[in-house]
């Protein structure tokens, strides 16, 4: 899985029927220290997340292993919104605290 | 998901028979204000796309979760038209506006 | 899909037994001007592919998609030989006028 | 697979359901001395690796193949913790030696 | 698939109970001419390839479609050892020859 945030959403009238109802976040990575680096990516949401957060996106047919994108071709999805993580025994990220 | 732009088609009439009647698009990828960035990639279209429109387009097994490119050697489907994206609540992009 | 040259071959006989009598073919991809670029690939070919031809290939799971690929360890399938491409109108490409 | 060392852990408690229970470990990539290098991934933990040890994962469909992630939307998990490895006939890792 | 040489393995006693018996290389990949580039991954052997040798590997789903590989959390696989190779009808290796 991919640590990244999100920073907004596209939307698609004109689509395959299949994807009816799901919502599409952009996202782009962050390093270690939650900045964004280069690049974005556009997955589907799993988890209702919302622009600002802090999440963890899987890629590929591993994207359709959640209730919502099941058998359709969607192959990024936001499957967890993160609360925190540490490296090496100390916090980098603590939700709450920085938001 | 990535975002793209449709700029060409690619015709091919020697092919793996169940490719028969799909339609190759040359699309490349877009950065998050619409300019496109180096690199191209071919995708089957699920959905009438044409030149010049903003599309979503899926890879892997999940370009194969359409009805036009189920059970087919296909790695990437076109499978949404963008209307808009916005990031940080602001509009990048709006069909009509632009185009 | 990649946009690819066909450049030469690989021979094994010891390989997996499922992998009998596919042929392997080594690919260059090429730019939107038909250039070569960095990098090379091996495909199994599933088209009957001449060395110096235009073609698509196709990875990942979507490779086992044609008859002669499925249930076999490749990731990588010539599933088309090009005659055409195009870019916003304009032919950059065709079989036969520069072969 | 990819060689690589656990640096620490991404706790989610807003997660798609089927994640429960999964521990989520952040890994660096490394060399073949042992050094990591640039960039980072998250995994799901099959082998209850700790913080400070060499590990390898496996992405894609592939990362569902153990008992803890089957049909979950995960495309990373660590699926051995390593003892050592060698290059050319010289070891360049031992566990229990450097650690 | 990639064209690679075999380097060393990788010795793992704790893992993926399905992974038992797997023999785990590493292999770096190869230019057209045999040199290798920078970079390594591990894979699973399916064909008891020896260190110095000249391999082809894949990756993804395709690497499960081996005997060996089944079911296993394994997303690259040693699948054929390479005879010799030739680009635009030269040989640029021949096993016996260089070894």
Redesign the interface.
């Given at each position: 899985?991919?640590?990244a945030k999100v920073?907004?959403?596209?939307?698609?009238?004109?689509?395959?029927p299949?994807?009816e109802g799901l919502k599409?976040l952009?996202l782009q990575n962050v390093d270690?220290d939650g900045q964004t680096t280069g690049g974005?990516?556009?997955?589907?949401d799993?988890?209702d997340a919302g622009?600002?957060e802090y999440v963890?996106y899987?890629?590929?047919?591993?994207?359709?292993?959640?209730?919502r994108?099941d058998?359709?071709?969607?192959?990024?999805?936001v499957?967890?919104?993160?609360?925190?993580?540490?490296?090496?025994?100390e916090f980098?990220y603590k939700k709450g605290k920085d938001d």
């Amino acid at each position: 899985m991919i640590l990244a945030k999100v920073m907004g959403t596209v939307v698609s009238s004109h689509k395959e029927p299949r994807l009816e109802g799901l919502k599409f976040l952009i996202l782009q990575n962050v390093d270690l220290d939650g900045q964004t680096t280069g690049g974005f990516v556009v997955a589907a949401d799993a988890v209702d997340a919302g622009v600002g957060e802090y999440v963890l996106y899987a890629t590929g047919s591993s994207a359709r292993q959640t209730t919502r994108t099941d058998q359709k071709p969607c192959d990024a999805v936001v499957m967890a919104i993160v609360d925190n993580w540490e490296v090496q025994g100390e916090f980098k990220y603590k939700k709450g605290k920085d938001d």
